[in-house]
């Protein structure tokens, strides 16, 4: 069990682990999908989705944990056999897609929701979209989530208009994710990603989990959430024109 040692994937991975941190606290919610093509900088995808699974599930408990009983019961028992679904599309595609096309894919999923956040920025008093649309949303949500733990944009555009309360909303989404984080430890044992150099290099970035949900915590209190999002914003333009480039030049 020899964790990875290169020094720049650490330089990468160690902000991506503490902005996936950051964004199960609530705050910068959403950027978090920004985790793995950061680290798909310095390893593939599939290695980076697969190194932050047992980061996700420690995130994930202590979410459940803070939410147990702020969450929406029939809500979530509409979304989770959408997503679920997403999950085995995700498995059934996944062999079929060479390594530099789901880097593409990545990117360009992180390019639509930068345009989407910047373009159509989500409303909490947007009318609600009709259940169809939800299903899409969030089977899609399970597929790049699968392929990239990049499921938060698809199924907030959904949730949000649905006007749940701050902590309602939160609970419902730290469920949803445990339940669908938890669905693809299977399929990626299947896909041969849980190798032991990856879950010894997940040991190394596991400390980071609570670090991250607490520094969130700390500067929505403190730093200047525009400024926040303007770093963010040029580091999803630059990481997700990088990954596309990189998937068209090969």
């Known amino acids: 069990m020899n964790p990875i040692t290169d020094w720049t994937f650490y330089a990468v991975a160690v902000p991506a682990v503490l902005l996936l941190g950051i964004s199960k606290s609530g705050f910068g919610a959403g950027f978090g999908s920004l985790a793995v093509p950061m680290m798909a900088l310095v390893v593939t995808v599939p290695q980076a989705a697969a190194i932050l699974m047992p980061v996700l599930l420690v995130m994930d408990l202590l979410g459940i944990a803070a939410f147990r009983k702020d969450f929406d019961r029939r ?104 339940v669908i984080n938890l669905a693809k430890w299977l399929p990626y044992a299947w896909l041969g990603l849980l190798d032991w150099r990856n879950l010894a290099t997940s040991l190394v970035l596991l400390p980071l989990a609570p670090l991250g949900v607490w520094i969130g915590v700390r500067i929505a209190r403190r730093i200047d959430q525009k400024l926040f999002y303007r770093f963010i914003y040029a580091g999803m333009l630059l990481t997700g024109l990088k990954l596309v480039w990189d998937a068209l030049a090969l």
């Open 75 to 178: 809500l979530l028992a509409f979304l989770l056999p959408w997503g679920l679904l997403g999950i085995v599309v995700g498995t059934l595609s996944f062999r079929l897609l060479q390594p530099q096309w789901v880097a593409g894919i990545v990117g360009v999923f992180t390019l639509l929701f930068l345009a989407q956040r910047l373009l159509f920025p989500p409303r909490a008093d947007g009318a609600p979209p009709p259940r169809w649309v939800g299903a899409l949303l969030t089977a899609t949500s399970g597929f790049t989530s699968f392929v990239a733990h990049a499921g938060g944009p698809p199924i907030n555009a959904y949730v949000i208009p649905l006007r749940l309360s701050p902590v309602v909303f939160t609970g419902t989404m730290a469920f949803f994710f445990f």
